[in-house]
Every structure is written in C-alpha cells, then in structure tokens.
C-alpha cells in the first residue's frame, strides 16, 4: 500500500487544486458529461486475495442510450491468467448489455446465452471489474466518496503514461475503503483498489483495477451483431425456477458427517450457497439465521459452501450459526445453477422449489417470510 502523505498539490493553471472532495466533484461532473467510454483493463485481486480473484485483461465499451434504463455495455475477457478460486471463470467470456437484453459470449465453446434484462437485476453488472466500470456512466458517479467519512491523498504515481492523484477514501457507514487514480488532466479514473472488497478485516486484501487505451469517443453500435456465426444460442444460465424440482444433495458438514437432503423430509428448506471470503455470503447466512430462528420447528435453513481456497470453519465461527453448513457444494451448485454466490432458494416440504434468488435484493427477505407464512 502506498505510503500516505498529507498535502496540497496546487495545479493553479487547470483552476483546481488536490484538494481530494474538490475534484472529485469536478471528476463528477465531468463523467457526468460522458455518454460513452472505451478502454483496455487488467483486474486481480490484491494481498490473501490474490488467491482467490481471478486476474484478467480485456476490453470494455460503456455507453448509455436514450430511453433505455441501464448502461449499455460490451466488455470482453480476452485473457484469464489465472482463474483462481472462482471457479466458473474459466475461458474467455463477453458480457454484453443492448437494449433490453443481455448476453453471455463463450468464444470458447461457441455459445451465446441470452436473456431478458429484467431477469438478471443488473446482476450483470455485478461482476467485480463491470461493477467499477459503472463509474463511468452511473448520475453522480462520485456521490459515495464526497459524502465519505474522510479521505487521504496519497503520493501521484504515473499509470498508461497518465500523471494521476491518489486518494485513498473511507466510505461512510460501510467497512469499506477504496484508492482511486484520477488522471490530473482529465479527471477520469485510470484504477481503482477495493481494499477488503471481498473479505472481512480477518481477510486482508482486495481487487485491483487498472485502465489502459482509454478514450472518450462514444461507442454508438457494439462492435459485433447477433447470431453469430458459428455460434449456438441457448438460454441464459439463471438459477432454477419456482415449480421446478429440487435437486438433492448428499454432502458433508464441518464435521465431517454425511448430510443428505432426504434428512429434512416434511420439513420447508432455506437454501444458501456462500463463499466464506464472500461479505455479501456471511450477511446471507445472517439472514438465513434470522429467518430460521422466527420459523424454528417448520423452516430448516441450510448453508452450502462453494468455491473455497482454505477451511471455511475459522471464518463462520464467529456467526454463531445452529442450522448445518456443508462443504464442497460445487457439484450440488452445478445441479442448481449457481454461478456466483450468494445463492438463495426457498424449498417447500414437497420438494419443489418456491423461491429463487441470486444475491440478497432489498425485497429478498420479505418474499421469503411471505411464502413461508402461506406455506405453513
């Protein structure tokens, strides 16, 4: 981490100082007058992280269109150095958000998968480089940092021949922290470290992101159309509907003893597959044991642990959970389609699937309860 350095770095003849709330502000406004941005990235994860982010480089194009209500986007993974422990990245990928409608390109395999954009909550955009990519395009992409708690200015450090200030920030009412690099005569943002982005302070570390070949010029078509030729068009890989079946599964718990699904017979199920490096994951099973204790005798919640690089037992152990954990899910996740974590599926006593989520929406708690009360 850089060293950090309070001062005042005045640049008089651009009409601004390093003042860092000052030109974020001025940043603000001047991303606010972009309608499209192009450039290269490459993306890793930073400190015990970098075990688990994968690192890639690629190509990103962000825009935004009257009358549509999401940016649009391609963003190309040209190359996966390593894919560490997220374990469905894999290949060379093309996200892609037009219209109303977003894509998955496997250039690999020759696939593209498909779906309404309504389905995916944005969760396209979730994805850790897209999700800082948003920057761009977002009203007030700044807001979170004038508003933040504080800020230190670090050294200028130089990246893609681009002379940037250095701002480590402190987010207000969150346990988050981030560096920027903004270029000193542009504004725009050249990188940006998510310190502990996926881990909690046990978990020292974060992911890195850096910016090359950028250019403002608004991208007004995608650079490639559909159907691609050659390519096989299939749906989009969502979660397992409501009124489905639900898989069972026969999995060890932290202790070793063999669970199998057929255990909780009579009984509704509360699904979680989490990542224990995950915060969004442990907020999850918060909930899961929130929701458990309120329906204690009818609900049985149950955690499934995926994509994990080391014991998940010493990171949960501070939860305090009294439902099972299992581990090694990543075939019970495939038979579910889990993808990303966390993953939440509400299991009627006649093993069919009542509810489905991928993430913890703002709403995702109160469906739950609903369905649970009309169950009983």
């Known amino acids: 981490m850089f060293a950090v350095l309070f001062f005042i770095l005045s640049i008089s003849d651009q009409g601004y100082t390093a003042e860092p709330y000052r030109i974020f502000a001025q940043s603000d406004s001047v991303l606010s007058c972009i309608n499209g941005i192009e450039y290269s990235f490459s993306f890793q994860g930073t400190g015990a992280l970098s075990n688990i982010m994968p690192v890639l480089k690629g190509r990103t194009s962000v825009w935004v269109k009257t009358g549509v209500n999401h940016p649009m986007m391609y963003h190309s993974i040209e190359s996966i150095i390593s894919s560490g422990a997220i374990g469905n990245i894999v290949k060379p990928y093309s996200y892609a958000a037009f219209e109303e409608t977003v894509y998955l390109v496997d250039h690999v395999d020759s696939l593209v998968f498909s779906t309404d954009y309504s389905r995916t909550s ?55 922290e981030a560096v920027w690099f903004l270029g000193m005569d542009d504004l725009l943002p050249r990188a940006v470290e998510r310190i502990g982005y996926y881990g909690s302070s046990s978990i020292p570390g974060g992911q890195i992101l850096e910016i090359s070949n950028l250019t403002a010029e608004c991208p007004t078509e995608p650079s490639w159309h559909l159907p691609l030729p050659g390519y096989t068009s299939l749906p989009w890989l969502s979660l397992l509907d409501p009124s489905m079946a639900a898989p069972a599964f026969f999995l060890s718990d932290l202790n070793g003893h063999t669970v199998r699904s057929t255990e909780f017979s009579g009984k509704t199920l509360l699904l979680c597959f989490f990542s224990s490096w995950d915060p969004s994951s442990l907020s999850a099973l918060g909930l899961l044991k929130s929701i458990g204790e309120d329906f204690s005798g009818s609900v049985q919640a149950v955690g499934i642990s995926i994509m994990e690089t080391t014991d998940p037992a010493f990171r949960l152990s501070s939860l305090g959970l009294d439902f099972p954990v299992l581990i090694f899910g990543e075939s019970t996740a495939e038979d579910y389609n889990v993808h990303s974590v966390p993953a939440v599926f509400l299991v009627s006593d006649n093993n069919e699937i009542l509810y489905s989520s991928q993430g913890i929406q703002d709403n995702t708690v109160f469906d739950i309860r609903v369905l649970i009360e009309r169950s009983l």
């Open 122 to 176: 944005g969760a396209l955009f979730d994805f850790p480089p897209a999700s800082v990519m948003m920057e761009f395009v977002v009203s007030n992409p700044f807001r979170d940092e004038i508003l933040s708690d504080s800020i230190a200015v670090l050294v200028p450090i130089e990246l893609d021949g681009v002379l940037c200030h250095v701002f480590h920030v402190f987010y207000q009412e969150e346990d988050a």
